[in-house]
């Protein structure tokens, strides 16, 4: 079974800064990736997503960069508030017969210190 | 609000009980998912339907688990004889169908047994 975990990787940095999170995924067959941002007691909340044929995808604030050679992902956020501060968690969707299924990484937490 | 509800919004019981969550998906989504997120770690993914048909299951949900949505819209899961190992959050996300299909959470059931 996986091993129980409770030390996610942490992130600290001061308002106005840019953040960079990163993730390794698993799965040399995914072909969809997402961020989601979870705040304490509530859901995941979508951030932002890329496709496998793309390299880079730029949001509001927030650029996802995907190497597929190296199987990372990253997540740049720009100029960090402290409304940024939550859990960071990369997913990926394998596609085919696990179309539907979204695997999680670790999560990394962000804090934001004005 | 148009969001994924679920209800309730937290649940303590004893070990051996029953216990059954709703998750109501967004209107117009007709995919709708089950995770489980325990204490640091990512949501691990149960269930997923498209409409009313269970297209694929978790090795992590065993015979004490089952997922219904019988018409096509909300969904049941339903935790028989309950352990201490099933005290997580339960996620319900829902996403149209289509390729990566972005999935929107819920705001989770805090199961605590005792």
């Known amino acids: 079974g996986e091993s129980v975990g409770l030390h996610l990787p942490t992130l600290s940095v001061q308002e106005g800064d840019n953040s960079i999170i990163n993730c390794a995924y698993s799965?040399?067959?995914?072909?969809?990736f997402i961020w989601y941002k979870q705040e304490s007691g509530k859901g995941p909340q979508f951030i932002i997503d890329?496709?496998?044929?793309?390299d880079k995808r730029q949001g509001q604030r927030v650029t996802v960069l995907l190497n597929k050679t190296v199987k990372h992902l990253s997540l740049q956020i720009a100029a960090t508030q402290p409304g940024d501060s939550a859990v960071y968690f990369c997913?990926?969707?394998?596609?085919?017969?696990?179309?539907?299924?979204?695997?999680f990484g670790q999560g990394t937490i962000l804090t934001v210190h004005p | 609000d148009t969001g994924v509800s679920q209800d309730p919004r937290h649940k303590i019981t004893k070990r051996g009980q029953n216990v059954t969550f709703r998750c109501d998906p967004i209107?117009?989504?007709?995919?709708l998912y089950w995770y489980r997120q325990t204490l640091g770690q990512g949501p691990e993914f149960l269930t997923y339907f498209q409409n009313e048909a269970q297209l694929e299951k978790s090795r992590l949900l065993s015979d004490r688990f089952s997922a219904e949505r019988p018409k096509g819209s909300f969904s049941t899961l339903e935790i028989q004889r309950t352990e201490q190992g099933d005290s997580a959050m339960y996620l319900c996300?829902?996403?149209?169908?289509?390729?990566?299909?972005?999935?929107?959470f819920g705001p989770g059931t805090r199961l605590t047994v005792l």
């Open positions: 209107s117009e989504h007709n995919r």
């Open positions: 799965n040399s067959a995914s072909d969809y």
């Open positions: 997913a990926e969707n394998a596609g085919g017969t696990s179309y539907g299924k979204l695997t």
């Open positions: 996300a829902s996403s149209s169908v289509g390729f990566g299909g972005e999935q929107f």
């Open positions: 890329i496709r496998s044929n793309m």
